[in-house]
């Protein structure tokens, strides 16, 4: 009776057998909210998808959790790839999840976030990056759609505000596939036309009709080109990554246009009111110099010139009487030395002064024949010395100690024994 039951380990077991044999189970993907979410220590996201009306129990291990480039919370609308299986110790089925996004505009919302913050890091947003604009430009460059209400705006505005300036389209794709690529393209032939100011951008729209200007290339071109670009993308609210780099950012087309070029009446107010500044100060400046001119010519030394020439002339005449009398009084300083050289002893008889000279020397030489040490020793005498120094006294010399003894004819080493 007891063999037609089986235990509740061998029933699971047996459904969980059936479900991971079931190929339709293998990969399945679902899309729904998250709801008792936790992040266990060791990495594991365990969490419950529901909709509407159900609900499965879901867990992430840490090998694919770790490639999330976000973190699930509750409430967040998901799309996950699993496989469903049984967990025998409670007999559940649930969703073994392996990839994890976003939906809909969660997920590029996530994108947008993670560029800025890489491209932030990298330095591209730095504001002393950024260009100034020129006060009135001459060439302007317009890169967005060739249709389409953006350059129709930029056109009419830049028209009306200051029709002197000259403005160029680049024509470019402002959304899909291939839109990134024209407008970097765009960027990078407009930037070598030697443009005053580069506006970049389109209409409003969703941020997915936006997301090029999201792209991390047209970023990198925008902060790469050297010309001062304004980034017009969408409608005031809009924010994209090109807005960060851009060097300006406007908040519509129509608003590039107005920061792009100065408003006419604007620019000629300016003007009158520098051009009455410069009378004024002009008119103060000839008030100063034509004062100072009266100044100067109501001077003593105008209406008399000759009292500029006069003292320095008298001054001329003073310095030239000094330089004769000095000249004249050296003159006969020096012939006077020459009178008294000429009548001096040494010019009349030089041989009496050589002869007075060599007797003098002669006799000085016979005062100093007696000391010296040649004749002494000529005399039988020697001299002892110890060391190269001359030995005076007995005490200086010890026994063993090497005495050199210089005689007439030579020397002689001598050792002392006593």
Request: aromatic share 10%; glycine share 6%; hydrophobic share 35%.
């Amino acid at each position: 009776m007891n063999d037609r039951y089986i235990s509740v380990t061998s029933l699971t077991r047996y459904i969980k057998y059936k479900i991971d044999q079931d190929i339709h189970l293998q990969e399945v993907y679902l899309k729904g909210e998250i709801s008792n979410f936790k992040a266990h220590s060791r990495g594991h996201f365990y969490f419950t998808l529901k909709d509407e009306t159900s609900r499965i129990n879901a867990i992430m291990f840490s090998s694919a959790a770790s490639k999330l480039p976000f973190l699930p919370k509750d409430g967040m609308k998901v799309l996950i790839t699993g496989k469903v299986s049984v967990y025998e110790t409670t007999g559940a089925y649930q969703i073994y999840v392996n990839e994890m996004l976003e939906d809909g505009i969660g997920n590029l919302y996530i994108a947008f976030e993670q560029l800025k913050k890489k491209l932030e890091k990298e330095g591209l947003f730095r504001k002393d990056h950024k260009k100034e604009l020129p006060k009135i430009p001459e060439k302007i460059g317009i890169i967005t759609a060739p249709t389409g209400a953006a350059i129709r705006d930029i056109i009419s505005t830049i028209s009306r505000r200051w029709p002197y300036v000259k403005t160029y389209l680049y024509p470019a794709l402002v959304q899909g596939e291939d839109a990134k690529e024209d407008i970097v393209r765009q960027i990078q032939r407009a930037d070598r036309a030697g443009l005053d100011v580069l506006i970049v951008g389109r209409g409003g729209g969703s941020i997915e009709d936006l997301w090029s200007f999201n792209e991390e290339c047209v970023a990198r071109a925008i902060y790469e080109a050297e010309t001062p670009i304004i980034s017009a993308v969408g409608h005031e609210v809009d924010f994209t990554i090109a807005d960060f780099v851009a060097d300006v950012r406007a908040p519509t087309p129509t608003g590039a246009a107005e920061i792009a070029v100065p408003q006419k009446e604007d620019v000629k107010n300016y003007l009158v009111q520098l051009k009455i500044r410069n009378q004024k100060v002009i008119n103060h400046l000839f008030s100063i110099r034509n004062q100072q001119l009266i100044e100067i010519t109501n001077k003593y030394i105008f209406k008399n010139p000759l009292m500029i020439y006069q003292p320095k002339e008298q001054n001329f005449t003073y310095l030239l009487d000094r330089l004769k009398s000095s000249s004249l009084n050296l003159l006969q300083t020096k012939e006077k030395k020459w009178t008294m050289l000429q009548s001096s002893v040494i010019f009349k008889d030089p041989f009496k002064i050589l002869d007075k000279k060599r007797n003098t020397y002669l006799q000085t030489l016979a005062k100093l024949e007696p000391l010296s040490p040649i004749l002494t020793l000529q005399r039988g005498y020697s001299i002892v010395k110890k060391k190269g120094k001359t030995v005076q006294y007995r005490k200086e010399v010890k026994k063993n100690d090497q005495l050199e003894v210089v005689l007439q004819d030579g020397s002689i080493d001598v050792i002392v024994n006593s």
